[in-house]
C-alpha cells in the first residue's frame, strides 16, 4: 500500500492525458488535482474505522492478563486466541499496535495482525470507575495518590482516586460559614476544587463524542464481567444525563438538504 501511494500514484500514465495537453501523459495525483480544481470534490463522513486509525497509537504485549496502557490494565475474550503470541511485526519487536481514546480510557483497540480487523478491550476496573472520563482526569488521579506518599502507586488506588476526584468536583467546595475567613489550608482546597471542576467539565464535554465512535463487539466486556453496557448504563444516570434528556425533547430538527451527487461524464460534457 505505501509503495502504490509514493510510486504508481506519482508516475506518469499513458491513459491519463488532458485533451487540451494529449502529448503529456500525467500522473493519478496530477490528474486528481486537476479534476477538483475544476468540479471540486463531496466530503466523504468518517467511519468506525477511520475513528480508531486516527486515535494515538502506542505498541504493546498481549500478556496473559491482558494489555497494559499508562498502569491500566485492559481484557477481553477477544485477546484469547493472542495471548503471549508475537504480532510478526519484527521492527516493533513483535508487539502489537494500539490505539486509544485520549478523551476516554474504557476501551483500547489493538490490531488484528495476523487476520485483519482490531480487536477491542475494556478497562478492568471499569466497574469501579463507571463514568466515562480522559486522561486528563487520570493524571490528575495519578498526582493526589502520589502526594499521599504511596510507592508503588497501584492501578486500584488511582481508579479509586479517580472516582473520589469526579465526585468531590461535582459535588463542590465546602460552603464556609458567613463571616468567617478561611482556615489555614483551605485557599489551597479552593484552589483544587476549582481546578477539578475545570477537569471534570473537560470529562463532561467529551464524554457524549459526536464523531462515529466503533461499537462495542460481542467480546468486548472486562475482566471483571462489567463492559460498555455498564458504563452505558452509568452514562445514562450519570452527571449530565438530565441536559441529553432535555436536548431530546427539544424542538425538532431542521430540514436536511442532500448535496447532489457528482457525475464526472455530465461535468465533462460541460467543459467543451
Do not use: C
Not at 2 to 20: E, F, S, T
Not at 189 to 195: E, F, L, P
Not at 203 to 222: I, S, V
Amino acid at each position: 500500500m505505501a509503495v502504490g501511494k509514493a510510486v504508481w500514484q506519482n508516475r506518469p500514465h499513458d491513459g491519463l492525458r488532458d485533451p487540451l495537453t494529449p502529448g503529456r501523459a500525467l500522473t493519478p495525483n496530477e490528474r486528481y488535482a486537476a479534476l477538483v480544481a475544476v468540479a471540486g470534490y463531496v466530503p466523504v463522513p468518517l467511519g468506525p474505522e477511520d475513528y480508531i486509525e486516527l486515535l494515538p497509537v502506542t505498541w504493546r504485549v498481549i500478556n496473559s492478563y491482558g494489555v497494559k496502557v499508562g498502569l491500566r490494565t485492559y481484557d477481553s475474550r477477544e485477546l484469547n486466541p493472542y495471548r503471549r503470541q508475537k504480532s510478526g511485526i519484527k521492527a516493533r519487536h513483535d508487539r502489537w499496535e494500539v490505539r486509544h481514546d485520549p478523551y476516554d480510557i474504557s476501551r483500547i483497540w489493538i490490531r488484528n495482525h495476523h487476520h485483519g480487523g482490531w480487536l477491542s478491550a475494556t478497562w478492568t476496573h471499569l466497574r469501579t470507575s463507571p463514568a466515562p472520563f480522559g486522561e486528563l482526569i487520570w493524571t490528575q488521579a495519578r498526582q493526589v495518590v502520589a502526594s499521599r506518599g504511596t510507592d508503588p502507586v497501584t492501578e486500584a488506588e488511582i481508579a479509586a482516586a479517580a472516582a473520589d476526584l469526579l465526585d468531590r468536583a461535582g459535588k463542590g467546595p465546602d460552603p464556609q460559614p458567613d463571616g468567617k475567613a478561611p482556615l489555614p489550608g483551605q485557599a489551597a482546597a479552593r484552589a483544587g476544587s476549582a481546578r477539578a471542576r475545570r477537569i471534570r467539565g473537560r470529562a463532561a464535554a467529551t464524554a457524549a463524542p459526536q464523531w462515529p465512535r466503533p461499537e462495542p463487539g460481542p467480546g468486548d466486556d472486562g475482566a471483571d464481567g462489567e463492559g460498555p453496557a455498564g458504563q452505558r448504563s452509568a452514562d445514562s444516570t450519570g452527571p449530565g444525563a438530565g441536559d441529553r434528556a432535555g436536548q431530546a425533547s427539544g424542538p425538532p430538527a431542521a430540514k436536511v438538504i442532500p448535496l447532489p451527487l457528482f457525475d464526472a461524464r455530465k461535468e465533462a460534457e460541460k467543459w467543451w
